[in-house]
């Protein structure tokens, strides 16, 4: 499918005025009208049904010259490839090593922090990119950075100031990023200038290329040359409207700062009241310390006839480790935000990235639940 990487980093792809679909397409391709050379991307459908977005190979390419500037990479620099190309986070790693003339290495096997963290050195890898999962493998396992690695760009997911300061300690020079794929990639990045201080000191800038608004809703409006050019779904190619794309994102911005603050739909209401889902997620995590992992636990709001939703704890695997979690989270919360009901299942619903499917996971919740009482 995307074994042969020689044709990413040839200068006929990038020319080549043709649709090229960044994974498996089921049959005939819709016209695509945009100006220029195009690349597809499905994008995870982590709330909702998938779509594919459609990027300009000119677009891709504005982004990676900025990542490039933003961290320093030149001719002599050497990215690491491993994500999956199907991924515009992995594909966004080609296009950068293409457009800085750079090396481009490639993990050659199934992701193991062990073997990753040995194929460094020896391919001489000086800029990555990984997801918080890949980054909690590397910590749970206290491996040391090698020398050679000079930024590991995180992102498909929020990284945990936790996570990140372990990461850090380790060697690891973790840089949290803040995208989406209809941007192709980064939006926001820490610094290189951050490495030197505490992971949580330093805040998410906007690259060069966007600009950026918060309507009055809270949600983030972006504009700039990287922009997607529209989305195919099973209704057909539906091209994107001239001018700022508005998110789903709830964000802060402090000038050049960006601030995640949840996606619009992690908003609920419980008794009238609106409650953020993700925010909940993150006290019960502040509270649990270590003896939970991030990846292993969730909150879904299933709908109640009385209350509007409530919300219910979901623990991947035992719980034996959550009990005491549980119930000091259970004494301080205030009552909108308590735990209605848990649920423990053998494994989430998440992407091939370990972005957890939260639609699914709710259907899931939804269907299996059984009252078993309280921890």
């Known amino acids: 499918m995307l074994s042969d990487l020689k044709q990413f980093t040839h200068e006929s792809f990038w020319e080549d005025p043709g649709c090229f679909v960044a994974g498996e397409w089921e049959g005939e391709l819709p016209d695509v009208s945009v100006p220029g050379a195009c690349v597809l991307f499905r994008t995870s459908g982590s709330t909702g049904e998938g779509k594919w977005v459609v990027l300009r190979k000119s677009a891709l390419l504005v982004s990676a010259r900025a990542v490039n500037e933003w961290l320093g990479v030149d001719e002599r620099s050497v990215w690491g490839l491993a994500l999956p190309l199907n991924h515009v986070g992995g594909f966004g790693i080609v296009a950068r090593a293409y457009e800085a003339g750079s090396g481009l290495a490639v993990f050659p096997e199934k992701w193991d922090a062990g073997a990753f963290s040995e194929w460094i050195p020896r391919d001489g890898v000086s800029h990555t ?184 704890a979901v623990f991947e695997g035992g719980l034996d480790a959550a009990v005491p979690a549980y119930r000091e989270y259970q004494e301080n919360a205030g009552g909108l935000l308590r735990f209605e009901r848990w649920i423990e299942m053998e494994a989430f619903p998440k992407t091939n990235l370990g972005k957890l499917r939260r639609a699914q996971l709710a259907e899931i919740c939804s269907k299996i639940f059984q009252p078993r009482g309280r921890l």
């Open 129 to 312: 990119s990984l997801v918080p999962t890949q980054v909690h493998d590397l910590v749970k396992r206290a491996i040391l950075a090698p020398a050679s690695l000079k930024a590991v760009v995180v992102g498909g997911g929020r990284l945990e100031e936790s996570l990140g300061e372990a990461a850090r300690e380790l060697g690891w020079p973790v840089l949290a990023s803040y995208g989406m794929t209809e941007a192709c990639s980064q939006i926001a990045t820490q610094r290189l200038s951050s490495l030197g201080k505490r992971f949580g000191e330093a805040g998410m800038e906007l690259l060069p290329i966007w600009e950026a608004e918060v309507n009055e809703d809270g949600l983030l409006s972006i504009s700039g040359d990287a922009l997607f050019s529209g989305t195919i779904t099973k209704e057909g190619f539906s091209q994107r409207q001239h001018g700022a794309f508005l998110t789903s994102d709830r964000v802060r911005l402090d000038g050049c700062i960006l601030i995640p603050e949840g996606r619009a739909d992690s908003l609920i209401k419980v008794m009238g009241e609106l409650v953020d889902i993700e925010a909940v997620e993150r006290e019960f995590l502040r509270i649990a310390g270590d003896r939970i992992d991030p990846g292993e636990f969730a909150v879904v709001a299933l709908p109640d006839e009385r209350r509007g939703h409530v919300l219910v």
